[in-house]
Every structure is written in C-alpha cells, then in structure tokens.
C-alpha cells in the first residue's frame, strides 16, 4: 500500500512538472498573503490570509449556531408531541433532501435579505461606536459586508443543524435509560434533565461525530463563495483572475483548507481521548 502511494504521488508529480506545457510561477503566490500598508507603516493580511480567517469565523460561528438548532432539533424529535416530531423531522429531512448550493440560492435572496433589512442590521452596525465597530469586524465583518455575513452564517447553520440533528438524537437514544429513570426520580426539570444529566453524557459519546461535522462545515463554506462571501475560495477565485495562475492558486488554497481541517482532526482527537481518561 505504501509502495502504492508512493508510485502514485510520484507519478502526479512528474505529470504535473513535466509532461505538462504549463508555465509554473509560484514566486507570485507569497505576496498575496501579506502585504505592506505605507499608510499604517505595517504588515496587514493580503487576499489569501483575510479569507482564511473569513473562513474561520465562518466556520466556528455556522457551527455554534448549527449546534444550538441540532441540539433543539434533537430533543424535539424525542418530544412526546406529535407536532413537535413532525415539525422536527420536517425540518431535518428537507433540508438534508435538498442541495445545499440551492439551499444558499433560497435562503440568501430570499429570506436573509429580508431578515436583515427587517432588522435593519446595517443601520444598526452603522450607528455603534467605532471601538464596537473593529470589534465586530473583528468577530464578524466589516460592516459593509456584515448583513451578507449574518446571512451567509444563518444559511451555513441552516444547513448544518440538521445533520447535528441527527447526531445529537443518535447521542441521546445511546445514553442508558436508567439515566433517564434516575434524573426524573430526582424530580429533575426537563431543562435541569437535559443540562446537568443527558447532554454531558451525549456530546461525550457524540463527540467524534461532531469533529467530523465541523470539518464538514468548513468544506461547505465553499459554498457561501457564490454570494459573494469573501471567505477563502472566493479569495482563491480573485487571485486565479488576477494573475491566471490556476495551478499554483488552487493548490495553494487545497492546503489552506488541509492545515485548517487537519489541526481541526487532531485537535478534536486530543479532545477526545482527554474525556476517555476522566471516565
């Protein structure tokens, strides 16, 4: 197998350096991550790297976000109410039954759109201070392309919460009923219930899972690129227009992605074996 990848990684990379005609030029790539800004006499994030962290913001926040509905839908879908059940599984399986680059088309022009100027999110952003303002841009975006990131996070955790549905109502069917038996013997509440006793239990168990649905979520933010999100692959987009470089521009941004979605694979195994040995 070894020998395998190692014939095959050999041969991409004699085809790619040497039975193509292309011209390669990589001395260009290096300048687009930093620049030199005259005006502030410092180095400041150039194409590649601003859409980097774009892609990280946008990633951390859809999955916070997904997660808060995952979690909801979860426990709707064990809800003893019909409707709820319904209404949960209704959720779950349209959005998961429907492609998500049509998801972002419907979502975006027509309900995000609508949701902020009802809002009147730029307004809103326009009028803080500027110390509130850097924040913001800081977390989010700036706030000339705040709105369409708010928009571009509801539609990413739209589309993630409802596999985390499904992950999580997985969590929560393996935690032994005779958990479930002893918190409501205590008179636990449903929240105190869910809190203290079921979810601990579940995220533990789910936890693999999850780590994978995050770097899901970082894959998908591609996605958002087709609305003019400036996060990573619309960077790479950009820079492959403005100097025609195609090769060196998306093998750059294919190891963007593998660094941030490797350390993500690590970090989440850490993690995991971490709550192994404090079982």
């Given at each position: 197998?070894?020998?395998?990848?190692?014939?095959?990684?050999?041969y991409?990379?004699?085809?790619?350096?040497?039975?193509?005609?292309?011209?390669?030029?990589?001395?260009?790539i290096?300048?687009?991550?930093?620049?030199?800004?005259?005006?502030?006499?410092?180095?400041?994030?150039?194409?590649?790297?601003?859409?980097?962290?774009?892609?990280?913001?946008?990633?951390?926040?859809?999955?916070?976000?997904?997660?808060?509905?995952?979690?909801?839908?979860?426990?709707?879908?064990?809800?003893?109410?019909?409707?709820?059940?319904?209404?949960g599984?209704?959720?779950?399986?349209?959005?998961?039954?429907?492609?998500?680059?049509?998801?972002?088309?419907?979502?975006?022009?027509?309900?995000?759109?609508?949701?902020?100027?009802?809002?009147?999110?730029?307004?809103?952003?326009?009028?803080?201070?500027?110390?509130?303002?850097?924040?913001?841009?800081i977390?989010?975006?700036?706030?000339?392309?705040?709105?369409?990131?708010?928009?571009?996070?509801?539609?990413?955790?739209?589309?993630?919460?409802?596999?985390?549905?499904?992950?999580l109502?997985?969590?929560?069917?393996?935690?032994p009923?005779g958990?479930?038996?002893?918190?409501?013997?205590?008179?636990?509440?449903?929240?105190?219930?869910?809190?203290?006793?079921?979810?601990?239990?579940a995220?533990?168990i789910?936890?693999?899972?999850?780590?994978?649905?995050f770097?899901?979520?970082?894959?998908?933010?591609?996605?958002?690129?087709?609305?003019?999100?400036?996060?990573?692959?619309?960077?790479?987009?950009?820079?492959?227009?403005?100097?025609?470089?195609?090769?060196?521009?998306?093998i750059?941004?294919?190891?963007?992605?593998?660094?941030?979605?490797?350390?993500?694979?690590?970090?989440?195994?850490?993690?995991?074996?971490?709550?192994?040995?404090?079982?």
């Amino acid at each position: 197998m070894i020998l395998l990848l190692v014939g095959g990684g050999a041969y991409l990379i004699n085809t790619a350096f040497f039975a193509f005609t292309y011209q390669w030029n990589w001395s260009v790539i290096p300048q687009y991550f930093f620049r030199f800004d005259a005006s502030t006499d410092s180095w400041v994030p150039n194409l590649l790297v601003t859409g980097f962290l774009t892609t990280i913001r946008l990633s951390i926040w859809s999955s916070l976000l997904g997660l808060v509905l995952g979690t909801i839908g979860a426990i709707v879908l064990r809800s003893r109410s019909l409707y709820l059940r319904l209404l949960g599984r209704s959720y779950v399986e349209l959005v998961r039954n429907t492609p998500p680059l049509v998801l972002v088309f419907i979502f975006y022009f027509f309900f995000g759109n609508q949701i902020m100027a009802m809002l009147d999110v730029a307004h809103f952003i326009a009028t803080r201070s500027d110390s509130t303002q850097h924040l913001l841009s800081i977390l989010f975006a700036s706030k000339e392309l705040f709105p369409e990131f708010l928009s571009a996070i509801l539609t990413l955790a739209l589309y993630e919460g409802a596999y985390m549905t499904e992950i999580l109502r997985a969590g929560l069917d393996a935690v032994p009923e005779g958990q479930w038996e002893a918190a409501d013997s205590l008179g636990m509440g449903t929240v105190s219930k869910y809190r203290d006793v079921i979810l601990p239990q579940a995220f533990r168990i789910i936890l693999p899972a999850l780590a994978g649905q995050f770097i899901s979520t970082i894959k998908n933010s591609a996605i958002v690129s087709v609305i003019s999100i400036q996060e990573l692959t619309f960077q790479g987009m950009e820079l492959m227009s403005a100097t025609y470089l195609t090769f060196e521009t998306w093998i750059t941004i294919t190891l963007m992605y593998f660094c941030l979605t490797f350390t993500c694979s690590l970090g989440a195994g850490r993690l995991e074996r971490h709550l192994q040995k404090k079982q």
